[in-house]
């Protein structure tokens, strides 16, 4: 590849850098590390609205509201080590935790409080999923290789968690989460690490019972299911193995990798579409894993974990970064023109700081659909500027420093947040009175 030229573009009162590149691929993911620490060491991540994601690191918890413009971080407590996490919504998180710990928070990780902590039943909790704000799961290692493997069940939002196994199946969870999977209160699945041959278990009333699933081949590095019968299954080497019966039979699909499997995830209303994570890149298929293309074939770090809220929301953890998609990660061809990192973005508005109202101004490269918003600090949505499609060129919208319903919003900083097909931006703007 040719490397960019620049161009110095002078307009009245504001200068650009245009960089000119050659024709090339690459897919929508946008790697968001300006608002979170360095180094930083994802391990789990979890969103319930696109824009509104909880990232779960070695000692740490951070949220952002605003689609990753912010992070709030969350102090936890002494050695919980968490290793899971689950999020209904904005206030309402669960992270199960390496030596036995479940904690929960009700006001988006300003306080945290423990709910489960049992070292005569487990010392090490794997897993933890809530599918609404009272009902859910989670597991942890059994005490020793033969069992039982703890399956924990609440109905209150986890102020109680109830150990509802009986079967006396043993092992272990050999990668956390990655090899146990609920798709509801009912059906779940668990790949047992520690006994040879590993067996792989499904439940239909919720863990109550486990049934082993024969034949299965052996050690597997990640389990991911859609629904009670379509699920995909990584073993050494890359290899991938796909079910349609719930587990009953199993067939070898072309693998895009030949990696340690890190995670795999299905697009939550079309199970052709799925996205695979190996130790170094992301992989997209859109024919149910039978061909893939590689979105981001060096993420940078080691990846870790993957969330889809829909076909084209979704958010991607590695070691070092978190990216944000809003298509789907679609690779698209880049034709020799501005770079969209510069001409889509919205220019630093003015005047800033501002007291009755400030211009802010965008460019776009073609004809597209344009969302753009005002949230506070706090992640809540303050006024919609504008929703439509838009030409291509250079664009003006005023903010008068009113909410949706007219009112005058208080002095303080905001952000602006752009969206258009090429991804999303955002600036800061401070409101002086």
Known sequence: MKPPTKRFVFLPGILFLLTFQPEFTHAQWMKLTHALPYPFSGEAID??????????????????SDAGATWESST?????????VSMTDADHIWFSGRFGHIYATADGGKNWMLQFYDTTLTRFMNYVE?????????MGDSRNAFGPAVVLKTSDGGNHWVSVNDSAFGGYSGDEWRRIDFVDPLVGYFL?????????????????????????????????????????????????MRTIDGGATWVLLSSPHTEWGNDIEFSPADPAKIWLADSFSLYFSSDTGRTWTA???NAGGHCTDIKFLDSDNGWFLTSDAVYR????????????RPDPLCTFSPMQNFPNPFNASTVIL????????VAMEIFDTQGRKIRRLMDGTQPPGRHAVIWDGKDDRGKSVESGM???SMQTQQGVKTIKTILLK
Do not use: H
């Open 47 to 64: 969103a319930s609205a696109p824009g509104k994601a909880v990232v779960l690191c070695y000692n740490a918890v951070y949220k952002t």
């Open 76 to 84: 936890l407590p002494a050695k919980v080590s968490p290793n899971d």
């Open 130 to 138: 809530m599918f609404d704000l009272k009902n859910g799961v989670a």
């Open 192 to 240: 047992q690490s520690g006994i040879n041959p590993p067996n792989l278990f499904k439940t239909t009333n919720g863990g109550k019972t486990w049934t082993a699933l024969n034949p299965f081949f052996g050690y597997a590095q990640v389990i991911k299911f859609y629904d009670s019968k379509i699920g995909l299954a990584i073993w050494k080497k890359g290899e991938l």
């Open 295 to 297: 979105q981001l074939p």
């Open 325 to 336: 998609t809003v298509n789907g990660g679609k690779t698209f061809v880049k034709k020799e």
């Open 362 to 369: 965008f460019d776009i490269p073609g004809n597209g659909r």
């Open 414 to 416: 905001y952000i602006c």
